[in-house]
C-alpha cells in the first residue's frame, strides 16, 4: 500500500533548451521593477543576457541589478536588503549558480521582513520567518544544488565560529522554475564536476532517507538515471547538450527530492565542514559520497539486516550495472564500488588539501548530525569517514 505522503514543488517549472526566452511571457503575471540577482560579471558578456535585457526593454521593465561573487553570508544578504529597500522592486530573479539562486531567494523575503536575516535562520536565529515574500523566478546556470526548487536558502559564515545555516519556509519554493539546460553550457569543468557530485549526493540521500515517500523516491530514482546516463559525459565534454540537459534534470529533480525527504550524513558533514573551511560544497560532498555509503551499508548489514535501505541500495546497484540476476548483495557492493570508482575518476580531493587535519575531525564530529541516514552512525563511524578523506602523511597533521 502506497503510504500517505505531502509533496512540496515550484507550482511552475518551465524546462528545456532555449526556454528562457519564455520569460517574456512569464514576467508581466509577477511583476514590472524586477531585481536581476547575478552571478559572475562575466554572464553579462553572453547571449543570455542579451536576451533577458531586450525582454525587459521590450515589456518596459525597469530593473536593478546585484552581483552575488560568493557563497552568500548574512551580512551580504542584510547589505543588498538595505541598499534596495524603498526601491519599488515587486520581482526578484535570480540567474546563476546555487548561490546566486540562495541569494535571490533570500532576498525576495528579506525585503518583506525588514529584519537582520541571521535571525531567521535555523539554529542561530531567534525568529520564525513568516513566509511572506516578493515573488521569485529561479533560473539555473549550473547543474547542482537544486535551489531552483527549493525551500531554503542557505548562508554562512565561515570562520572559527562558523556556520553554514538554512532560511527556511515552505513558501520560499520559487514561484517558477525556469531551467534552461543550454545556460549551464559554459559551466567550467571544475564547477561541474563538483555541481554534479551535489546533485547526485542530493538524489542518493534523497531516495535512501528514512522520510521519503513513494511519489519523492520515485523522482529521485528517475533523477539518479539521468545522472547515470550523463554525469561522466558532462564532466569530460560540458559542451554536450543532451547530457547538460540530464544533469539539469537530475538537478531540478533533487531540489524538489530534497525539500521533501531531507538528506543524510553526507550532507550533515557538510553543513559543518563548509562553515569551518571555505571548500565548495559539492567537493565535501563529491569526496565523502563513497565512504558514508560505505559506512552507511556496512552498518545496516550488521545491525538491520530487513532495513528497507538495503533494498533500496540494491537498487541504486542495479541503476549503475549491466549485469543481470545478480543477489542483492553483490548489487549493494557494487553500488559502493561505483562511487569508489567516480571519485578516482573525477579526482575528487581529499579534505587535507583544502587544511582539513585530523586536529578538525574531534569538532566537526561533535556538530555533524545524520540527518534522515538510513543508519544513525556513532561518532567512531563519522570519525572513521573523515579519517578515509584526510591524509595522515599532512605536515599539519602532528
Ligand atoms: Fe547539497
Known sequence: MISAFSLNTPPHIIFGPGKLTELEH??????????????????????????????????????ETVHIGSEPSPAMIDAIVAKLTGRGIDLVIA?????????????????????????????????????????????PTTSGTGSEATSNAVLSSVG????????????????LALVDPRLTLSCPPKLTVAC???????????????????????LALEGIRAVRRSLRVVCSDGTDLPARTDLSYGALLSGIVLSNSGLGTVHGFASVIGGFFAIPHGIICG????????????????????????????????????????????YQD????????????????NLSEFGVTTGDIEKI?????????????????????????????????K
Not at 508581466?28 to 547571449?47: A, D, N, W
Not at 525576495?108 to 535562520?121: D, G, I, N, P, T
Not at 531516495?207 to 519523492?216: A, D, Q, R
Request: with cysteine; charged share 20%.
Open 365 to 397: 564530529v561533535a556538530k555533524t548530525g545524520n540527518k534522515y541516514n538510513p543508519a544513525q552512525l556513532s561518532k567512531v563511524e563519522l570519525t572513521d569517514i573523515l579519517l578515509s578523506r584526510i591524509s595522515t602523511h599532512c605536515p599539519d597533521n
Open 287 to 330: 569526496t565523502l559520497m563513497a565512504p558514508a555509503n560505505a559506512l552507511t551499508l556496512k552498518n545496516l548489514q550488521m545491525k538491520s539486516a530487513d532495513h528497507p535501505a538495503l533494498a533500496k541500495y540494491a537498487n541504486l546497484g542495479r541503476i549503475f550495472s549491466d549485469q543481470p540476476r545478480k543477489t542483492d548483495a553483490w
Open 26 to 63: 512569464i514576467i508581466g503575471r509577477f511583476g514590472s521593477h524586477p531585481l536581476l540577482v547575478l552571478g559572475s560579471h562575466s554572464f553579462l558578456q553572453t547571449e543570455h543576457y542579451q536576451l533577458v535585457q531586450r525582454i525587459f526593454s521590450k515589456l518596459g521593465c525597469k530593473n
Open 95 to 139: 540567474i546563476g549558480g546555487g548561490s546566486t539562486l540562495d541569494s535571490g531567494k533570500a532576498i525576495s523575503a528579506m525585503l518583506v521582513e525588514k529584519k537582520e536575516v541571521v535571525r531567521f535562520l535555523e539554529g542561530v536565529g531567534d525568529r520564525t520567518p513568516s513566509g511572506r515574500k516578493i515573488p521569485f523566478i529561479a533560473i
Open 196 to 218: 554534479s557530485m551535489d546533485c547526485f549526493t542530493q538524489l542518493v540521500e534523497g531516495y535512501l532517507s528514512t522520510n521519503s515517500s513513494s511519489l519523492s523516491e520515485a
Open 160 to 175: 572559527r565560529e562558523g556556520f553554514k545555516c538554512s532560511l527556511r519556509h515552505d513558501n520560499y519554493i520559487p514561484n
Open 334 to 349: 557494487h553500488f559502493i564500488y561505483e562511487l569508489q570508482s567516480l571519485a578516482i575518476e573525477l579526482n575528487m580531493p
